[in-house]
């Protein structure tokens, strides 16, 4: 089973900061790795699909990179609506697996 | 537009069965790999199974193996998971996700609480 770890598990920031968020996985998953926005009681929403490709509808302040085992969610100059839990997964083998999620709060 | 609806969560006791469907509207199952992905109180994500476009892929988390069975109708367009033998740690919210690599589209979940 691929594991996934991100970092940090919580992030308290102000408004406007940069977030940086990053999941490493525990062998080389390629470029199959996407990202999730989930709000409280709310499902979770695509962010950013395959490292870096974005998604319709999602903000520009939202981007991805990364290859092999290491990968990073960059959130540019955040917003008070960007307060959720935010998940790595990874397509590359099964099971299918998330990281254990980062809190992101605004402070 | 792309619409998931999972029903049929519920208060089961341990032991027992309950089956899950997911209603898609906006596609076709049949040109789609569905996934089934729950969440447990206050944790994180666990994907549990997937099934093929053609349904002849299958696969499971061992979590779930030999008690969860995944199955679509795509006439209906309609993907289910019959759940049995369940233990108080399939507690979880249930999701459906659309496709085999990224997750373009979840359903809000459905509860299923297993406690006597």
């Known amino acids: 089973e691929i594991m996934l770890t991100q970092s940090p598990d919580f992030h308290s920031v102000t408004p406007k900061e940069k977030v940086t968020i990053t999941c490493r996985a525990s062998q080389n998953i390629g470029g199959n790795l996407h990202w999730y926005q989930q709000k409280p009681d709310q499902s979770p929403k695509l962010l950013i699909k395959f490292v870096s490709q974005s998604i319709s509808g999602v903000p520009s302040r939202f981007s991805g990179s990364g290859s092999g085992t290491d990968f990073t969610l960059t959130i540019n100059s955040l917003e008070a609506e960007d307060a959720a839990t935010y998940y790595c997964h990874q397509s590359s083998g099964l099971p299918r697996t998330f990281g254990q999620g980062t809190k992101v709060e605004i402070k | 537009q792309v619409q998931l609806v999972e029903s049929g969560g519920g208060l089961v006791k341990p032991g027992g069965s309950l089956r899950l469907s997911c209603a898609a509207s906006?596609?076709?199952?049949?040109?789609?790999?569905m996934n089934w992905i729950r969440q447990a109180p206050g944790k994180g994500l666990e994907w549990i199974s997937y099934?093929?476009?053609?349904?002849?892929?299958?696969k499971y988390a061992d979590s779930v193996k030999g008690r969860f069975t995944i199955s679509k109708d795509n006439a209906e367009n309609s993907l289910y998971l019959q759940m049995n033998n369940l233990r108080a740690e399939d507690t979880a919210v249930y999701y459906c996700?659309?496709?085999?690599?990224?997750?373009?589209?979840w359903g809000q979940g459905t509860l299923v609480t297993v406690s006597s």
């Open positions: 906006g596609f076709s199952l049949s040109d789609y790999y």
């Open positions: 099934i093929s476009s053609s349904s002849t892929y299958i």
């Open positions: 996700a659309r496709n085999l690599g990224d997750f373009d589209y």
